[in-house]
């Protein structure tokens, strides 16, 4: 923990993908499903094989970003690795890839469809429930737009009940994306308090880099293939939410205590 995390807390601010909803799965085969027969045949089979997900080399990279920052990283890499057909590139029966435009609507139409089932990350309820009971305000920063947040929540309103304040990548007053400071001050201004005075928890590490740089404490909770020497912006890192000990910033809950199978 770094030295300077224990200052007291006057509220909490969740980032979304990846650290309340496990949609990081779900965004992978959303992606190249959006690509459709862009991506040739060979190297479709091989995703498939490989369970549909993004190869980490690339996923690491986007993770937290905003879709106009991170799909045109995505095609780039697909001209690179799938053989995707590169600008003015013509091959019989193979289409050109979508626009950045046309990708990210594709992309989230298939995410929108997708996350009618998806899964909370282990201890997201009991963690929100938990603080909402303190009476500590509570707030997400997330880079998804808001048509997408909409479909996101549909499972899970017994998350987003207690969560009055929610602040998206595509709100008109939030002007640059993770991991510029703007959403976690947009966030905590909506929350009556300082940036100073959050503590932000997020799986990306722009996401930290974003919290940081706004001002507020940042707990990482990283995806697992993760390096966690990475994180060394965040004050601590937690391999899932139910470590969270919210002692040294006067928050009266200690995760473990509430977990089924105590964590390790």
């Not at 970003?65 to 013509?90: C, F, N, Q, S």
Request: aromatic share 6%; proline share 8%; glycine share 8%.
């Amino acid at each position: 923990m770094n030295s300077d995390s224990t200052r007291i807390i006057k509220a909490v601010i969740f980032d979304l993908d990846g650290t309340l909803l496990d949609t990081e799965t779900l965004s992978d085969r959303a992606t190249l499903e959006a690509f459709g027969d862009a991506i040739p045949l060979e190297a479709r089979e091989k995703m498939r094989r490989n369970g549909n997900v993004l190869p980490w080399e690339i996923k690491s990279q986007i993770l937290g970003l905003r879709g106009d920052e991170w799909i045109p990283m995505v095609i780039a890499y697909g001209r690179e690795h799938w053989d995707i057909l590169k600008e003015g590139e013509e091959v019989s029966g193979q289409p050109p890839p979508p626009s950045v435009d046309d990708l990210w609507q594709g992309w989230e139409t298939n995410l929108n469809e997708f996350c009618k089932t998806v899964e909370e990350c282990p201890g997201a309820t009991v963690l929100v429930q938990k603080l909402a009971e303190l009476g500590i305000p509570l707030a997400i920063a997330t880079s998804s737009r808001a048509a997408a947040v909409a479909q996101k929540r549909l499972k899970h309103e017994n998350i987003f009940q207690h969560i009055p304040v929610i602040v998206t990548g595509d709100s008109p007053t939030v002007r640059n994306g993770k991991p510029a400071p703007d959403i976690y001050i947009e966030a905590a201004r909506q929350l009556g308090v300082s940036p100073s005075e959050c503590l932000v928890f997020e799986d990306a590490t722009v996401g930290c880099e974003s919290g940081k740089r706004a001002g507020c404490t940042v707990i990482a909770v990283p995806d697992p293939r993760m390096d966690k020497d990475v994180y060394a912006s965040a004050d601590v890192v937690l391999p899932d939410l139910w470590h969270f000990d919210g002692e040294p910033w006067g928050i009266s809950l200690k995760m473990a205590s509430f977990a089924k199978k105590p964590p390790n």
